[in-house]
């Protein structure tokens, strides 16, 4: 599978963004998908997760209320839809594919298998 993620860029504070992440495959419906970000200097972070059909989302306490992630099963594609930026939330996002058929929780690294480039969310004050 290949991910690729785009829509990042520079925004101020307060202000909204929307990342998206387009897989290649017939099965991308099956899965788990999720973002993650990293902020230099700092481990990567869980920021939000979707189930297969798109209808449970799980976030980190840091976004719940500002983010919101959503799945396309017809066009294959995860969106982050971020509101109320805070320069805190300046990082590189990644998405990511989940394990298939696992017990995890989805909130860690080490549950998803396949992840994309990242792309750079900048939030200036």
């Known amino acids: 599978v290949q991910l690729q993620a785009s829509g990042g860029g520079l925004v101020q504070a307060g202000g909204s963004l929307r990342l998206s992440c387009a897989a290649s495959?017939?099965?991308?419906?099956?899965?788990?998908m999720g973002w993650f970000r990293q902020a230099p200097g700092k481990e990567r972070e869980f920021v939000a997760s979707i189930n297969w059909n798109g209808n449970s989302a799980n976030y980190a306490d840091s976004v719940k209320g500002r983010y919101t992630i959503s799945k396309d099963n017809t066009n294959n594609t995860v969106n982050l839809h971020m509101n109320s930026l805070k320069p805190e939330d300046t990082a590189v996002y990644y998405c990511?594919?989940?394990?298939?058929?696992?017990?995890?929780?989805?909130?860690?690294?080490?549950?998803?298998?396949?992840w994309g480039q990242g792309t750079l969310v900048t939030v200036s004050s």
């Open positions: 495959g017939s099965t991308f419906k099956t899965y788990v």
């Open positions: 990511a594919r989940g394990r298939l058929y696992y017990s995890g929780t989805y909130s860690k690294s080490n549950d998803y298998d396949a």
